[in-house]
């Protein structure tokens, strides 16, 4: 399984940013999501949706990020809007998956993409 992000970057607060991410090499997604981690802290669930169009958003994502998934494509974006500097960390792609008849549920990330948000 492969995840490739794109769409970090420099803005200033109060700007938006769209972060996407493809997914290869998976079969069986049971839901696509949006992590961050800041320097010094734990990684943090941002924003996720299931298969069955279940989203879940972390309360600091909710009012201004939309994570939106095309399954049939296995392509995931996260729009970001009104961002703040406290936002700023490495966001990472995660795709749980299930493989062959297992219910086990898989993880796989991607390599994380940069955002910077300037006050």
């Known amino acids: 399984v492969q995840l490739q992000a794109s769409g970090g970057g420099l803005v200033q607060a109060g700007g938006s940013l769209s972060l996407s991410c493809a997914a290869s090499g998976v079969r069986t997604i049971n839901s696509m999501n949006w992590y961050r981690q800041a320097p010094g802290k734990q990684r943090e669930l941002v924003a996720g949706?299931?298969?069955?169009?279940?989203?879940n958003y972390a309360d600091f994502a909710k009012g201004r990020f939309t994570v939106a998934a095309e399954f049939a494509r296995k392509k995931v974006d996260l729009h970001m809007m009104s961002l703040k500097p406290e936002d700023s960390a490495v966001y990472y792609c995660n795709v749980k998956f299930r493989r062959g008849f297992s219910t086990y549920e898989y993880d796989s990330w991607g390599q994380g993409t940069l955002v910077t948000v300037s006050s």
């Open positions: 949706v299931a298969t069955d169009g279940t989203t």
